[in-house]
């Protein structure tokens, strides 16, 4: 028989190493954690939901790059860039942005990886109270029977957009029509994501989003016709940082046919050919 002095002594023993196998299996997940080389990519809002899967395709054929996703709004990530802050990749929603970095020599190389369109999310509430079928001129109907409309913000890409897309609804439909849509504005977000919390949180009627946004969520939407749209388009550019292998094979990455499919499976559009 063991001693209660003995038992205690052993269970000491088992504890102690316990505590070292932990200690050495730290020690060497951190030692391959710092092996990992960091990768930083700044991107629009409105890719979060497509990104992270594509950053986990490419790290399986590359584990030992770890690709850093930034998400934010472009305008503020580009304000981030120009006042010191490091990103291997920018991609942005809009081409003033990494135009403005280029031109001050902070990024370089750009490409079109992807584009988007513009759509009218709509509120359950605010179909039920419009008395019509959504047929022709439906954009119309719902803007002038919506009582709060949510958009973006004029200073980043979506607004940038949606004040496009409102000089061309005047341009069709009268001043007035444009003057009573504003006046029904009641929220300008910093992001699209933001924009269309606004629905899902019902309160609002109407939000104008980018397509991708709307995917798999329970919000109606109405196409905006192609006659009013202006192309949105997500540019990607290198930082200033001296371009390495790691970062051009994400870059060559994102620019293959595979993301091309997964960026069009989260309602995104391949950029044309030409491009």
């Not at 979060?48 to 590359?62: C, H, I």
Request: with cysteine.
């Amino acid at each position: 028989m063991f001693s209660s002095e003995g038992m205690f002594t052993q269970r000491c023993s088992k504890f102690v190493l316990l505590m070292l196998v932990l200690a050495l299996g730290y020690l060497v997940s951190d030692k391959f954690v710092s092996n990992r080389i960091p990768l930083v990519v700044f991107a629009a809002s409105s890719l979060t939901d497509v990104l992270p899967l594509l950053e986990e395709k490419f790290e399986e054929n590359r584990p030992d790059i770890d690709v850093r996703l930034v998400f934010s709004g472009s305008q503020i990530l580009r304000y981030q860039i120009e006042q010191g802050a490091q990103a291997h990749l920018f991609i942005s929603a809009h081409p003033d942005h990494v135009d403005n970095l280029i031109q001050a020599g902070l990024a370089s190389q750009p490409k079109v990886i992807a584009r988007n369109k513009l759509v009218l999310a709509v509120s359950q509430k605010c179909l039920d109270t419009l008395p019509y079928t959504l047929v022709d001129d439906s954009i119309f109907k719902v803007l002038s029977g919506a009582k709060k409309i949510v958009v973006g913000d004029e200073s980043v890409p979506l607004g940038i957009y949606t004040n496009a897309m409102l000089g061309k609804l005047e341009k069709k439909y009268g001043k007035s029509f444009v003057q009573q849509v504003e006046s029904s504005v009641v929220s300008r977000e910093s992001n699209s994501r933001l924009v269309l919390s606004k629905i899902l949180l019902g309160e609002a009627d109407a939000a104008i989003v980018y397509q991708s946004d709307i995917l798999d969520r329970d919000v109606w939407s109405i196409p905006i016709p192609d006659d009013l749209q202006l192309p949105v388009y997500y540019s990607m550019v290198v930082g200033s940082e001296k371009l390495n292998d790691n970062t051009q094979a994400f870059y060559d990455f994102l620019k293959s046919p595979l993301a091309g499919g997964t960026f069009m499976i989260h309602g995104l559009l391949n950029p044309k050919t030409d491009e």
